[in-house]
């Protein structure tokens, strides 16, 4: 008996597993605001340069507010951009121009003087319009112009932290296990991340964004282990995908929230605070028994199963006092090399932050993309239930990260102006990686055996966090050449998703408890495969041999 048949004897997926899977979910309702809160916090509200006493200078030259509205009245003190129809958000003339104030024919006769015009840098600071938000790190700190960069680092940082956090918890859950390291976690979260509200400097807000990041790792890896490890094999297709619907819906409550407040402190501590109710239910949950029962500990895995019996009312299970089937488990740990899932993690993750991270390039209201974004991963994650379902998990991975560089390429050839279509295809995009994220943690999960799952997912979350650490910086390639970070994104894709459809298909197969399960599952598929290519061989022979046999009886008639 194994451990999938053990889970089905004390209830299969049963109220325990309902309870426990919803609780474990919950917190993804705000795991959506933590990645992508810089979109928010961060966002870029329209500026210009501070003109100080702008209005007891125009006063001076006899032109009142009601005479000339505000905006036209910072024409006197703010060159227009590069594209003629916008102020410059860097520069303003060294003395008023009070003459380009006259009537648009006016004018466009001193166009062509508008470059020989003086101009500085903004030595007084940005006002910043209050339209969008009230407040954001970058009016905060003043992160434009030439700082304009340190709004994409923020992000890089945090992601940073992600980075460091699956590096480093990934190995302590495997070590102390998922539910001590998940409470901790949520503990970090909650307090770090409302502590960031407060972060008197931009450095400070950087420091307790890296840290909040590693929390992000420590909750998302030990609630997908938490969750497969106590999920019987049939059961988890569908419970995976359920699952990744709290993080999209989590997309929509973000903007919501966002909109409602528009301060980033405020929207700061409103995502992060009921991690401390996340933190005090948490012990609630029930560690592991696989990973009990491998670390030698199958006194408190016989408990867990007896309180997962008595929950789901398999009350002949609860004194039962059956061995454990630890033969199955206590073998040794070899040092061989789990199943390599770096490449698409990593492609997948550096597309799909590509596209959801920069929000405001699409020229449409941030809090309506948010949701639309949010949106279209409901209908995509449906057709990959379908697709886990039936075709399995290679073939789902690989055509969805190879659609979501279709998507990404398309929009290169897509002239700015068509801004409907450009978005279309984002969204269509962001729907195909989101539905590769689905795929990704329940391939993960399935791939890796107990013994180093966490490890494992540690690994392959590291390169995941290298590209979400990636994404924004390559955004910054932008002002080389627009279309490159589109050519960036959607090669990284390409080739994932080729590499996809040649990763082991893991579709109804019991979860591995031991490295030489792994193993001994691939040698026996190339076993089969041998001897399927040793028949296929003899066979081809005796086929070779009839036909000759045959030439010679042919040429004997002949020759008669």
């Not at 890296?210 to 997908?224: H, R």
Request: charged share 15%; hydrophobic share 45%; net charge neutral.
């Amino acid at each position: 008996m194994g451990f999938a048949d053990l889970l089905n004897d004390v209830g299969g997926f049963g109220r325990f597993q309902w309870i426990h899977v919803t609780l474990l979910s919950i917190p993804g309702l705000l795991m959506a605001s933590q990645n992508l809160l810089n979109n928010f916090t961060a966002g870029m509200p329209g500026h210009h340069c501070t003109i100080p006493n702008r209005t007891s200078i125009a006063s001076s030259q006899n032109i009142s507010q009601s005479e000339v509205d505000d905006r036209e009245l910072l024409r006197a003190f703010i060159p227009m951009d590069a594209s003629g129809t916008k102020l410059s958000k860097c520069t303003r003339y060294v003395e008023a121009q009070w003459h380009l104030l006259e009537s648009n024919a006016s004018v466009i006769g001193h166009q062509a003087n508008f470059s020989e015009l003086e101009t500085e840098i903004c030595l007084d600071g940005w006002t910043y319009d209050k339209t969008e938000f009230l407040s954001t790190v970058v009016s905060e700190w003043d992160l434009v112009c030439t700082l304009r960069p340190m709004k994409q680092m923020s992000q890089t940082i945090y992601m940073g932290g992600v980075l460091a956090g699956a590096i480093i918890f990934g190995g302590l859950s495997d070590r102390f296990g998922r539910k001590a390291l998940l409470i901790w976690s949520y503990f970090q979260l909650a307090t770090l991340g409302t502590c960031t509200a407060f972060s008197p400097s931009f450095m400070t807000y950087c420091i307790f964004r890296f840290m909040t990041g590693m929390a992000v790792s420590g909750v998302i890896l030990n609630t997908v282990s938490l969750k497969v490890e106590w999920i019987p094999t049939k059961s988890r297709t569908l419970v995976g995908t359920l699952s990744s619907f709290f993080f999209t819906f989590g997309q929509m409550v973000l903007a919501g929230i966002a909109h409602s407040l528009r301060d980033w402190r405020k929207l700061q501590v409103a995502v992060c605070a009921p991690f401390f109710l996340f933190f005090l239910y948490s012990w609630w949950y029930s560690e592991s028994a696989r990973w009990l029962v491998l670390n030698r500990r199958s006194d408190k895995a016989l408990k867990h199963i007896h309180r997962v019996a008595r929950i789901n009312r398999k009350p002949e299970m609860i004194n039962l006092s059956f061995q454990f089937p630890l033969y199955l488990f206590l073998s040794t740990k070899p040092s061989s090399d789990p199943i390599d899932l770096s490449p698409y993690r990593f492609s997948t993750s550096f597309a799909y932050y590509g596209l959801a991270m920069d929000l405001q390039k699409f020229g449409v209201n941030i809090y309506l993309i948010q949701i639309i974004f949010g949106l279209v991963d409901f209908p995509a994650k449906l057709v990959a239930l379908g697709s886990l379902t039936f075709l399995g998990r290679r073939i789902t991975q690989g055509t969805c990260l190879l659609m979501s560089a279709l998507m990404i390429f398309t929009n290169i050839f897509v002239p700015t102006d068509m801004q409907s279509i450009r978005t279309t295809l984002a969204c269509l995009g962001k729907a195909f990686t989101s539905a590769s994220f689905t795929c990704i943690y329940l391939f993960t999960g399935e791939l890796y055996p107990t013994v180093i799952r966490q490890t494992g997912m540690g690994f392959t979350s590291t390169m995941a966090r290298v590209g979400s650490m990636a994404a924004p910086a390559v955004l910054i390639l932008e002002e080389m050449l627009p279309a490159l970070p589109s050519i960036i994104y959607g090669g990284a894709a390409v080739v994932a998703g080729i590499i996809a459809f040649f990763l082991p298909e893991t579709l109804n197969i019991p979860l591995p408890d031991t490295i030489e399960d792994v193993e001994e599952k691939w040698a026996s598929k190339k076993l089969d495969a041998e001897k399927q290519a040793k028949k296929e061989a003899v066979a081809l022979r005796e086929m070779k041999k009839g036909a000759v046999e045959g030439d010679g009886e042919i040429t004997g008639l002949n020759a008669l």
